[in-house]
């Protein structure tokens, strides 16, 4: 069995993954926010299943096959969770006087 530092360790880096890729999978949703709260009207969502008029758009055009299935990022949300959570548990487990030079958690548990 790990001991309690190599399975923080080993936990940290799982969540430093799922931080990655959970950004990695927000981007377009956070860029598209960005366009659309400058103004809306003037947005078109490009791809085969958005019929926008030609007229509309131009610079702040969204690119609708790029934006990811909810389920996706709940499932990767979800995860992200639960290794944060495995992460804090793993380092309340370990004692005080072994942390030394380990870093502590990014995120606190919720």
Known sequence: MASEIEEYVRLRGQLDDATA??????????????????????????GPNFPFPAHIGGRDDIDGERWPAIA????????????NH?????????????????????????
Do not use: C, F, T
């Not at 659309?36 to 490009?46: A, C, F, G, K, Q």
């Open 21 to 46: 890729r959970v950004e990695e999978l927000i981007k377009p949703i956070i860029a598209a926010g960005r366009v659309l709260s400058r103004d809306w009207r003037v947005v078109r969502i490009m």
């Open 72 to 83: 996706d990022v709940a499932q990767y949300m979800a995860n992200w969770h639960s290794l």
């Open 86 to 110: 495995d992460v804090n548990n793993a380092w309340n487990a370990i004692p005080q006087n072994q942390r030394g030079a380990l870093q502590p958690p990014p995120h606190p548990a919720r």
